[in-house]
């Protein structure tokens, strides 16, 4: 009986017609077919790009099949009924493979209300190319374009150029402009992909960055993705309010930029209220900055909490501006930029045997007119440095542009040093130590009142490793003497690193004792 039943379902199943369903099948489909059903499925490429897709419609390519070439997509849905692109069958998800016959492979450009995936994407030609892509989502003039989601797609093999300046490349970029009609995104997500060996970046933008024409897309999610083998920018968005970048992994950064190329973890560009927790960002080999994260050019109200930051040659933090054209309908700056409950274990490890000043791997750089940085309750365990010439320091401010950070407090932070280190301050104004513990030998110590100096009784001190699971080994034991040693700070989130509620009396560091 049971394999009756089955066997009705499979017949169902191939002989059924959906006029809102479109099967694409590598093998055994063919063009000429209606392509309503696995049992008539298209076949190309080519027919896909030709049609013109209404709302509420699928396209459905077959598990397991593979086609060359690209899908260049028309037709938008609507709020009720998207547009959705899937797999169909069993078997791994179908690949498409642009050999870099193109700059992308995937493109929906001036298109709205689209959901992709379960795709397989690459887009290799024979030499590394400007501006390569493996996906491209674009919007010109088109006004607010919705809803675009791009989901649990494997995007790899995209060799991109390397120089940021010529366009570089990446996995995925999307971008939006617009002269006569000012364009944006609403409701953008790219969630669960799987990004591996691509050039230059993985998820870029572009964007209105101007102050004076600024426009910024709105409910950007950038959600559990997994970056590996990307030497460049992890995930950025460019003119954006409000993107939440969460639970992304960015790991194995090949060491292959040149020195003259810059590029960090995660970090948003003249971008607004960006939220960017619980992810973890190693490995990064870059030769300058090199970060796990930053707060970067024209950013309002960044947030950067509960992350893991760790073995990253550049450090864990970069937070600047530039001052040359801070203060102007263009820039307006990077202020109240806040970094809390974050571990760095590792960072600044950059190990050339050098002592250009382009090499250098503080643990946190802050540069430039940034205003009202507060960073508090981090954990940072510096490493004893590879070389004699490595960079030792663990907060260095400097000038970008001219003008020096302002309004810089650092505040119920834990700081373990394995080695010497030392704080690089100049012409900073009102920078503030308050309630820290220094833990170790340091020069150029920072004034702090409340300061504590002894070991703070890690449950383990030693641990290391990839996976938050690690970060339980930097919680502090019950007879630590930072518990409830900490200042009180207002809008602190509420939360510690590990969920617990902030009331009441505050402990250094990342763990508050319930």
Not at 276 to 297: C, L, M, Y
Not at 440 to 469: C, K
Request: aromatic share 10%; net charge negative; glycine share 10%.
């Amino acid at each position: 009986m049971r394999q009756l039943i089955i066997l009705l379902f499979v017949i169902v199943f191939f002989s059924c017609s959906n006029e809102n369903s479109y099967y694409i099948d590598a093998k055994k489909g063919d063009d000429s077919n209606s392509g309503h059903s696995p049992k008539s499925a298209w076949v190309s490429l080519e027919k896909v790009n030709e049609t013109i897709f209404q709302a509420g419609d699928e396209i459905l390519f077959k598990a397991g099949g593979s086609w060359s070439g690209q899908v260049e997509l028309k037709g938008s849905g609507t709020a009720e009924d998207p547009i959705l692109i899937n797999k169909y069958g069993v078997g791994v998800n179908p690949a498409i493979n642009g050999k870099g016959e193109k700059l992308h492979t995937l493109l929906l450009h001036n298109i709205e209300y689209w959901e992709i995936r379960n795709l397989e994407i690459t887009n290799t030609g024979k030499e590394r190319a400007t501006k390569r892509r493996g996906v491209i989502v674009s919007a010109e003039d088109f006004g607010d374009c919705h809803h675009i989601v791009l989901d649990s797609l494997e995007i790899h093999h995209v060799n991109g150029g390397l120089v940021k300046s010529n366009g570089g490349g990446s996995a995925i970029l999307w971008q939006n402009s617009g002269d006569s009609v000012k364009t944006r995104f609403i409701d953008l997500q790219i969630t669960n992909c799987h990004l591996h060996h691509c050039g230059r970046n993985g998820i870029n933008s572009r964007g209105y960055t101007n102050r004076k024409d600024w426009h910024p897309s709105l409910e950007v999610v950038i959600r559990n993705n997994l970056l590996e083998q990307i030497p460049g920018d992890g995930i950025v968005p460019i003119g954006t309010d409000g993107a939440i970048i969460e639970h992304n992994v960015m790991r194995d950064c090949p060491d292959i930029l040149s020195h003259k190329e810059a590029a960090a973890g995660i970090w948003p560009w003249s971008a607004d209220n960006t939220i960017i927790q619980f992810n973890e960002v190693s490995g990064h080999k870059a030769k300058w900055d090199g970060q796990g994260f930053d707060s970067d050019w024209n950013c309002q109200n960044t947030i950067i909490q509960y992350n893991y930051s760790h073995d990253n040659y550049g450090g864990f933090l970069l937070v600047c501006n530039n001052g040359s054209n801070v203060h102007t309908d263009r820039n307006i700056g990077t202020t109240n930029t806040i970094v809390r409950y974050n571990v760095s274990l590792n960072d600044g490890i950059r190990p050339y045997e050098t002592t250009q000043r382009s090499w250098f791997a503080p643990t946190m750089h802050i540069s430039g007119p940034v205003e009202n940085t507060q960073i508090y309750n981090n954990v940072f365990i510096i490493p004893e440095k590879p070389l004699k010439e490595n960079d030792r320091t663990i907060v260095e401010m400097d000038n970008w542009g001219g003008p020096w950070p302002e309004n810089t407090s650092l505040s119920n932070n834990l700081f373990y040093v394995n080695e010497k280190a030392d704080f690089s301050f100049e012409k900073d104004k009102n920078t503030s130590f308050t309630n820290n513990c220094f833990y170790g030998e340091f020069e150029n110590l920072p004034e702090d009142s409340a300061a504590i100096f002894d070991d703070p009784l890690f449950v383990d001190v030693t641990a290391r490793g990839a996976g938050f699971e690690v970060l339980k080994d930097f919680m502090l034991t019950k007879f630590s003497p930072l518990k409830d040693k900490g200042i009180s700070i207002k809008n602190n989130g509420g939360k510690d690193l590990f969920g617990n509620t902030l009331d009441g009396k505050i402990t250094i560091g990342i763990h508050e004792f319930e």
